[in-house]
C-alpha cells in the first residue's frame, strides 16, 4: 500500500511539474484572453491594425481557433516566419496540443533565438500600462501599407 500511494504521489508531482511547465513558457497568454473576450470587437481592431489585415482574414483565423491568444499567435507567427497565416494555421492544426514553442520551431524560429524569446516575454498588442482603462489612444483608424 505504501508503494502505491509513493507511485500515486509522484505520478501528481510529475504532472504538475509538467502543466506548470508548459503554462509557464506563455504565461501572458491568460490575461491576453482575457482582455480579447472582454471586448471582443475591440479586439478585431486592434488584430487588423496591428497585423495589416482585413476582416476576412481575421473572421477566418478566428473561427479556427480555441482562443483570442490563438489568433493572435497565428498572425504574429505568421509575421515572425514570414509565413501566410495559412501555413500557421496548417501547423496549428497538425501540433495542436504540443504548444507554441513547438508550431514556432516547425516555422523555423529557432528555440534560444531572439525571436523566441520575444514570443515567451510577452505580446506586443496590449500595453500593460492600458489594462483595464477602456480604449486607450489608438481608435483604430491608421495609415494602411
Same mark, same amino acid.
Given at each position: 500500500?505504501?508503494? @502505491? ?26 490575461? @491576453? ?9 475591440? @479586439? !478585431? ?21 480555441? *482562443?483570442?491568444?490563438?489568433? =493572435? ?7 515572425? &516566419? ?11 492544426? &497538425? ?16 528555440? /534560444?533565438?531572439?525571436?523566441?524569446? &520575444?514570443?515567451?516575454? /510577452?505580446?506586443?498588442? =496590449?500595453?500593460?500600462?492600458? *489594462?483595464? *482603462?477602456? !480604449?486607450?489612444?489608438?481608435?483604430? !483608424? /491608421?495609415? *494602411?501599407?
Amino acid at each position: 500500500m505504501k508503494v @502505491f500511494r509513493m507511485l500515486v504521489a509522484v505520478s501528481m508531482m510529475i504532472l504538475l511539474a509538467a502543466t506548470i511547465g508548459a503554462a509557464g513558457d506563455f504565461d501572458w497568454i491568460r490575461d @491576453f484572453n482575457i482582455r480579447a473576450e472582454a471586448d471582443p470587437s475591440g @479586439f !478585431k481592431v486592434r488584430l487588423a491594425t496591428r497585423f495589416q489585415i482585413g476582416d476576412i482574414q481575421i473572421n477566418t483565423v478566428l473561427s479556427n481557433v480555441e *482562443k483570442p491568444a490563438d489568433a =493572435y499567435m497565428v498572425f504574429r507567427l505568421g509575421e515572425m &516566419s514570414r509565413q501566410p497565416a495559412e501555413r500557421v494555421m496548417d501547423e496549428y492544426k &497538425s501540433g495542436k496540443g504540443k504548444g507554441w514553442g513547438v508550431i514556432a520551431k516547425s516555422l523555423g524560429i529557432k528555440p /534560444g533565438s531572439k525571436e523566441f524569446h &520575444s514570443l515567451k516575454r /510577452g505580446q506586443d498588442f =496590449y500595453d500593460v500600462s492600458d *489594462k483595464g *482603462k477602456g !480604449k486607450g489612444k489608438s481608435k483604430g !483608424k /491608421g495609415k *494602411k501599407n
